[in-house]
């Protein structure tokens, strides 16, 4: 069959949208209609499922233990300890009910939602590691999230392979690393981003190989350079000894400079490596796939995916993947699964749809919690025979009695779970780290808020007082109540106090890095600022060089996800690799 685009007007935010032919070949190959939404509205609605930074104190339901929670006290959801949720203590079966015909099936979906336990936090095999989130083998860690396979890390975001490290977001393979973003195989460097394979550095940008250098861009195979100018290892020395981060006073300037730096440096349009007929940023090993961002292997005809790897044929996701096939419309949603459709936390099953929580399962719809179980909804179980006989009869009830919210949307087959949902409110998710709303903005929408809660915090220092340099801060700040600059009047999911570890202490004095000023959370944020958004915008390069695929100003053009409004000076492929190699 032949598609043709087709403009749509989208339900949430009245805007405008193009579905385009291969779109429509996608769904009708799943077998579900086209979205009403526009895709940033669809990855609001997804993302506010995902709560990573905001833990409470809760009491597990079952055992009256206290624990650590991913869900509020106030939140009005039963909370189990996770050992106890992956139990056999409990069935998640005897909360199912027959369907009713005479009430919309999301409806009763929410009203399963409040019924059912859920785990207090989304971790497996983590070990003297309490203050974690959404990971998996983790050893002695602390207030680390979206991360598998570290050890003694502190303060970090979707990191994998590290050890004794500080402050990192997306980070692999690492060591004794501070305040990095987008960087792989880097030892004992700290302040950089996008930059792979690197030793003994600070504040390098887009840098491959370089070794004891400061304040570098775009080098490659280098040591010993500071500001891209190479020196004799003696001189470089002599220079470098001139520039202590171990003050707070002087780091500050230096960033400033490097900032300064950084401005007159081309920057490549896009980090798209070792890929063909593929847009977004951040990508490594793809293949015809559009709109995608943090792609980090083997991904095949996708679209509008984010922090993904090992997927065929996938749409509308963050966190999917991993030896996956044909998903659509999920958050951490995948892992050797296959034709599975609008859930959250998903692992191993096939023939999923409308799902929350639910593992190594086949054939189940709107169900919450199932795990190794077949032929089941609203956590009924039904033999194959008949579930079979219901499904359509359930997906036809759906499109004829759809679910309308406060605000006149209309949810049915084919839509994600409806706005307002969620657990979580909007300010607790990563949705508002990605599409940062004001509270006005989010309840206009539909989402839910949470007020900022009233903290009793003495300080015993403010971020002012604190020594400037590291190597007079004594061990009498350990456990101290620290005031974080912003003191909550930021939007950055702001604590307004923290403290500094033992450990964490001697990490920066080892590394002579001052003291930080800023909470976890608002430090966090301050790196997340640094990457770009997932947006796109076409725009053509801006080399004027005389290069030997142009003589004037290269004509090529391309999709960025630098806006036209940046500063910075954007070249396409060619013109950058003239300028880095």
């Known amino acids: ?43 609001m609605r997804r993302l506010v499922w995902r709560n990573e930074r905001a833990l409470y104190h809760n009491i597990c339901a079952f055992s009256g233990k206290k ?35 005479s009430k919309p099936f999301f409806q009763q ?42 050890e003694n890390v502190s303060y970090s975001d979707g990191i994998y392979k590290v050890k004794d490290s500080l402050d990192l977001y997306i980070v692999m393979s690492s060591e004794k690393c501070y305040d990095d973003a987008f960087c792989n195989n880097i030892y004992q460097t700290h302040f950089s981003y996008d930059s792979d ?18 304040g570098c861009v775009n080098l490659r195979h280098k040591s010993h350079c500071i500001f ?6 003696e001189e470089y020395e002599k220079k470098r000894s001139k520039y202590d981060f171990g003050s707070y006073r002087s780091l500050e300037s230096f960033k400033q400079k490097f900032k300064k730096f950084l401005l007159k440096q081309p920057r490549r349009f896009a980090s798209i490596l070792k890929s063909n007929n593929t847009t977004g940023d951040m990508i490594m090993n793809a293949k015809n796939c559009q709109y995608v961002f943090d792609v980090y292997d083997e991904l095949e005809d996708c679209k509008y995916c984010v922090h993904t790897f090992g997927l065929k044929n996938g749409y509308d996701g963050y966190g999917i993947g991993d030896h996956s096939e044909l998903l659509y419309e999920g958050v951490d949603f995948g892992h050797h699964g296959m034709r599975n459709y609008f859930g959250v936390l998903n692992h191993g099953s096939l023939d999923n749809q409308y799902i929350y929580m639910c593992y190594s399962s086949k054939n189940i719809f709107g169900c919450v919690g199932i795990r190794n179980s077949e032929y089941v909804i609203l956590n009924k179980k039904y033999t194959k025979e008949e579930y079979n006989k219901l499904l359509p009869k359930i997906i036809k009830h ?29 300010n607790e998710t990563i949705a508002g780290e990605y599409y940062p709303l004001k509270k006005e903005e989010a309840v206009k929408y539909g989402f839910t808020w949470k007020a900022n809660e ?81 947006k796109l915008w076409h725009r053509q390069c801006m080399c004027e060089k005389s290069h030997p695929h142009h ?31």
């Not at 624990?67 to 009005?76: A, I, K, L, Q, R």
């Not at 891209?228 to 290892?233: F, L, M, S, T």
């Not at 000023?517 to 790196?527: D, G, I, S, V, Y």
Request: proline share 6%.
């Open 67 to 101: 624990v650590v929670s991913m869900f509020s006290p106030d939140s009005g959801f039963t909370i189990y300890d996770r050992d106890i949720w992956w139990s056999d203590k409990w069935d998640p079966t005897a909360y199912g009910k027959d369907y009713d015909f």
């Open 1 to 43: 069959m032949e598609y043709k685009s087709q403009n749509m007007v989208c339900q949430n935010c009245k805007g405008n949208f193009t579905i385009e032919p291969e779109d429509f070949g996608f769904y009708e190959k799943i077998k579900v209609p086209p979205p009403t939404f526009c895709p940033e509205c669809r990855a």
């Open 228 to 233: 891209n100018k190479e020196y004799q290892k």
């Open 398 to 426: 759906m499109n004829e009695m759809p679910f309308i919210d406060a605000l006149g949307r209309e949810y049915r087959y084919g839509e994600f779970f409806p706005i307002g949902f969620s657990p979580f409110a909007y």
């Open 454 to 534: 009233k903290r009793e915090y003495i300080s015993d220092f403010k971020a002012e007082d604190l020594p400037d340099h590291i190597k007079d801060a004594d061990e009498s700040l350990v456990g101290k109540v620290i005031e974080c600059v912003h003191k909550g009047e930021c939007n950055q999911q702001c604590t307004e106090a923290f403290k500094i570890r033992e450990d964490e202490l001697q990490f920066y004095k080892k590394n002579n890095v001052a003291l930080p000023r800023l909470c976890p959370n608002c430090r966090h944020f301050e790196r997340l600022a640094r990457r770009n958004p997932l």
């Open 197 to 214: 394979d690197s030793i003994n550095s600070h504040f390098l940008t887009s840098c491959i190989n370089v070794q004891d250098s400061l």
């Open 109 to 150: 979906w929410q009203e399963l939602l409040h019924r059912i336990p859920l785990p207090n936090l989304g971790n497996t095999n983590v070990v003297n590691s309490d203050y974690v989130n959404h990971t998996a083998d983790m050893k002695n860690c602390y207030l680390t999230y979206g991360s598998m396979v570290a």
């Open 551 to 581: 003589k004037s100003r290269c004509e090529a053009e391309f999709e960025t996800s630098y806006a036209p409004e940046r500063p910075e000076v954007i070249y396409c492929e060619k013109c950058y690799q003239q300028e880095v190699y």
